[in-house]
């Protein structure tokens, strides 16, 4: 899944959900008696129509759930998977916990820091790649493992991590 | 070939995903009958009369626990499924609802009928957003089939089913911290008593079920306690599914009775480790347990057997260690994992966990002093049951486990100032010798 470039122009009024969004939201807010509880949904939706969850996103949030924004900013920042900062367009998740380090998860880590150039949490300059450890993934049998925005990609090795680069453009 | 006697029996059928294939199976036939022929007690005592306990990591009886809930409320009832999936080492609830999304389905709506409640979440955790995908499709199969919705297979009882995504945090799997990040809070764990039972979520009677507790549901009602029986051990009743992740040669999941010996599962099903390595310890139960040295791999896995040796069967997540690794750097690891989960809310694990990782960080790069194997249990002794949720016992408990079994290896560590031995260092190593490889380029 390939994302918007992560970049928001200046807006002097306030961002409002697209259409496409918009529904879903709405959609969502019917799943609970109130509307707090869609807050993750709604910065989920927030953060795949923009990329990431610029300021004025998170700002549409708490109005869209009728919460302050400091504490939308609380629960976001509570989370590991909300970008709250621009990501690369493929943002490179690799499991660095127990099951995948056994199988060379660590390696494959390092392998990636010098092919692209990057380390955790940076991304390439021309804003293709960024890199994060990341910790269990629920893959341990299929280690290591390797999520890609919201793609899993499993068993890896050295030749398979080189593959997918170069898919990824 | 079929994987295993119930959940994992037809799972690698072809479409199993869709409702039709789902049916021509078997699926929902008997779930008719039952709400017809059981009353909502009826199938609580038959879930008890099973011995089925919870597959989430405690082992809670499943019959009990609904047998908790109220039943002279006039608030609404909740059932949730918690399919955070969020312990190291476990990965079974994943492919079970990739692949069977609609026996989960017809768990929820037996396990709601029982408690009375009328909606249902499934809690996945952020990662999951494919498998959120297929469910909801499933979901949807099954409300325009009057499976779920305002008349459940024709009958008055009516159920709405819901997935939630969560967003990267390992906290959530614990339940009340669940209940808290589905009402739109930070996932931080709520004080129990009370217990979500009585209540849960928006302060309301709630169920809080594993995937694999409630796929085990159908099966029970439909054939009945002594059938489900059949399998596993007197007070250990059923299957397990067990993910087997490490240098073996064939890691996955796998389904059997409980009280197989571990060796059974490493030895056959796995089909032994990878050439070249040899097993030194096995944490049985997900990361959080404590791990069981070679010498113990005829352990039976139920959890009676997996108490008395001394740890616990948790989520079923079976982690291999090899002779080549190094315990204090694999502690080391774990210990990160807990650092990094801590929700923050209670000091005992917020800073233990932190010392903790300090401690077994400076042990490994051969930095430790004369006192740090002592200071470790100590650290750990005071998260251990002082926490406010168990995260903390499940950061200490695998900490003084290791250092049990494996005590002289942590000495190793101060007198020789480096590790005995240290696969995963020598190949970083090696590799960090190499020349670099080439950039990317666009
Ligand atoms: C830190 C922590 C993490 C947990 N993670 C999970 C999890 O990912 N999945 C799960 O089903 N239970 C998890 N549990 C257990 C739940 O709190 C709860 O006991 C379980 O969901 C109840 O369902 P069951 O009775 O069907 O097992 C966790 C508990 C703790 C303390």
């Not at chain 2, 709630?206 to 059938?227: D, F, K, R």
């Amino acid at each position: 899944m390939s994302r918007a470039p992560a970049t928001v122009a200046l807006e002097t009024r306030p961002l409002e959900w697209p259409e496409a969004a918009r529904k879903q939201v709405e959609e969502a807010l019917t799943h609970y008696p109130n509307r707090r509880s869609a807050v993750l949904p709604a910065l989920w939706i927030a953060q795949r129509t923009w990329g990431w969850i610029p300021p004025e996103a998170l700002r549409l949030v708490a109005r869209t759930v009728e919460l302050p924004e400091p504490e939308v900013f609380g629960i976001a920042t509570f989370y590991t998977m909300f970008n709250l900062q621009p990501v690369g367009r493929h943002h490179l998740q690799l499991c660095l916990t127990v099951s995948c380090s056994l199988v060379g998860a660590d390696r494959l880590y390092e392998h990636l820091r010098r092919r692209l150039g990057i380390g955790h949490g940076e991304t390439t300059p021309d804003g293709r790649f960024t890199l994060r450890k990341v910790e269990c993934l629920a893959a341990c049998g299929n280690g290591p493992c390797m999520q890609v925005n919201e793609d899993y990609y499993e068993n890896l090795d050295e030749a398979a991590v080189d593959r997918i680069l170069e898919k990824l453009t | 070939m079929s994987r295993g006697p119930l959940l994992f029996k037809d799972i690698d059928t072809p479409g199993l995903a869709g409702l039709e294939v789902y049916r021509g199976l078997g699926g929902y036939e008997a779930l008719a009958e039952v709400l017809a022929k059981k009353s909502p007690d009826d199938c609580i005592e038959v879930v008890k009369a099973s011995g089925l306990r919870g597959r989430g990591g405690a082992g809670f009886p499943t019959g009990l626990k609904w047998s908790f809930v109220p039943k002279d409320t006039p608030k609404p009832k909740y059932l949730v499924c918690n399919a955070d999936e969020s312990e190291p080492g476990t990965f079974k609830d994943r492919e079970l609802i990739e692949k069977n999304p609609h026996l989960l389905i017809e768990g929820m709506i037996l396990a709601a009928r029982a408690i009375g409640a009328n909606v249902g979440y499934v809690y996945l955790r952020g990662e999951f957003a494919w498998i959120q995908r297929i469910l909801d499709r499933a979901i949807a199969e099954a409300t325009a089939a009057g499976l779920l919705g305002p008349s459940v297979a024709g009958t008055d009882f009516r159920l709405d089913l819901y997935t939630h995504l969560g967003a990267g945090a390992y906290i959530c799997g614990e339940e009340t911290a669940l209940l808290s990040s589905l009402e739109g809070y930070r996932g931080q764990p709520r004080l129990k008593p009370p217990f979500p039972a009585v209540e849960g979520l928006y302060r309301c009677p709630t169920i809080v079920n594993n995937v694999e507790t409630l796929m085990n549901v159908p099966g029970i009602l439909a054939n009945g306690a002594a059938w489900y029986r059949q399998w596993g051990t007197e007070k250990s009743p059923g299957t397990k599914i067990f993910s087997v992740s490490g240098p073996v040669k064939r890691p996955g999941n796998y389904e059997l009775p409980l009280g197989v010996p571990l060796s059974t599962l490493l030895n056959e099903h796995c089909g032994g480790m990878r050439d070249g390595f040899r097993v030194k310890a096995v944490i049985p139960g997900g990361s959080s347990v404590p791990p069981l040295p070679a010498s113990l791999l005829d352990t039976a896995l139920d959890f009676e057997s997996l108490n008395a040796a001394g740890t616990y069967l948790g989520s079923g997540g079976v982690i291999v260690l090899d002779d080549r690794t190094c315990i204090v750097d694999a502690l080391w690891n774990i210990t990160r994992f807990y650092r990094h989960e801590s929700c923050g809310k209670c000091t005992p694990c917020r800073e233990g966990t932190y010392w903790m990782a300090e401690v077994l960080e400076r042990l490994e790069r051969g930095e430790g002093r004369d006192s740090d194997i002592a200071l470790l249990d100590e650290v750990a002794d005071n998260i251990l049951g002082k926490s406010f949720c168990p995260l903390g016992d499940a950061a200490a408990m695998p900490v003084m486990g290791a250092i049990r079994h494996f005590r002289e290896e942590f000495e190793y560590h101060v007198t020789h100032r480096r590790c005995r031995v240290n696969r995963r260092r020598e190949e970083l190593d090696a590799l960090r010798s190499a020349p670099a490889a080439a950039e990317v380029t666009a």
